[in-house]
């Protein structure tokens, strides 16, 4: 993992990991077999990909802050675009809005190409 | 994923289900504390989804979730004991709208509530074996 980031327990669970893409926060997952969900397709489960878009837009925002503001998640809305295969899950997040209370982070995830992502997020925080 | 969840199934019937599950370590938010990340409600609650849609329709086809949507109220520990419930309360078509909630199980308190959206017979082998032989 990263050094640089602010990894969580639950980040080796999940096999998170980040690196740098001109200046953008590039986030990965390598899944396992303990994140399979439906056995049928080879698909990640569809929980841990929301843990994945939750757990992105929570390090987007925290690379991003001026301060250390413990960020408590409100709610998150996935949409699943497609069916995400046990392969390398990538994620990138653009801060909506990040006030003194609340912040909005939007997130998405793909795996062979940004443009054809595999589920999208929109995540509420309350600072 | 059931088992990673450490979910024991209490009851379950076309009306929804009811499991029983506490997270483990390996779900923690903070070094520093036993709070489990929310994000590990999502994954049970999305667990339940497709438990109580297969209970639903009574049978095992191949589904997909659309979209989910999930309300964190309260935090919660790891170890904690915890009450989910599930069920479908609409299916038009090959839409099924599903909603659910996780609950301290010695409080009765609500920690977090969600719904979806599920697609029935998506592409994808079914699940039961010889079917169609």
């Known amino acids: 993992m990263s050094e640089c980031a602010e990894f969580k327990p639950i980040d080796q669970w999940l096999t998170l990991d980040v690196t740098k893409n001109d200046d953008q926060n590039i986030y990965l997952m390598s899944p396992t077999e303990i994140h399979l969900g439906d056995p049928s397709i080879k698909a990640i489960h569809g929980g841990v990909v929301a843990l994945f878009l939750e757990r992105v837009a929570e390090m987007e925002l925290s690379a991003s802050g001026k301060s250390s503001t413990v960020a408590n998640i409100v709610n998150t809305n996935i949409d699943f675009l497609r069916s995400a295969k046990m392969k390398p899950l990538f994620g990138s997040a653009q801060i909506i809005r990040r006030g003194r209370r609340l912040a909005v982070v939007d997130v998405i995830a793909w795996q062979d190409k940004i443009d054809v992502p595999v589920a999208k997020a929109t995540v509420s925080f309350k600072l | 994923m059931f088992s990673q969840l450490n979910m024991n199934l209490v009851d379950i019937s076309e009306h929804g289900v009811i499991v029983d599950t506490s997270f483990g370590e390996c779900f923690?938010?903070?070094?520093?504390?036993?709070?489990?990340?929310?994000?590990?409600?999502?994954i049970a609650l999305d667990s339940m989804f497709g438990?109580?849609?297969?209970?639903?329709?009574?049978?095992?086809?191949?589904?997909?979730?659309?979209?989910?949507?999930?309300?964190?109220?309260?935090?919660?520990?790891?170890?904690?004991?915890?009450?989910?419930?599930?069920?479908?309360?609409?299916?038009e078509g090959n839409i099924a709208r599903m909603k659910g909630d996780i609950s301290d199980a010695a409080t009765g308190a609500v920690l977090a509530t969600a719904t979806a959206a599920f697609m029935t017979g998506t592409a994808g082998p079914s699940f039961v074996a010889n079917e169609g032989a």
């Open chain 2, 28 to 42: 923690r938010a903070e070094s520093s504390s036993q709070r489990a990340h929310s994000g590990a409600l999502t």
């Open chain 2, 51 to 91: 438990l109580a849609l297969f209970a639903h329709v009574k049978e095992l086809r191949p589904i997909a979730t659309i979209n989910l949507k999930t309300e964190y109220l309260s935090p919660v520990n790891t170890g904690t004991k915890l009450t989910c419930t599930a069920s479908c309360f609409a299916l």
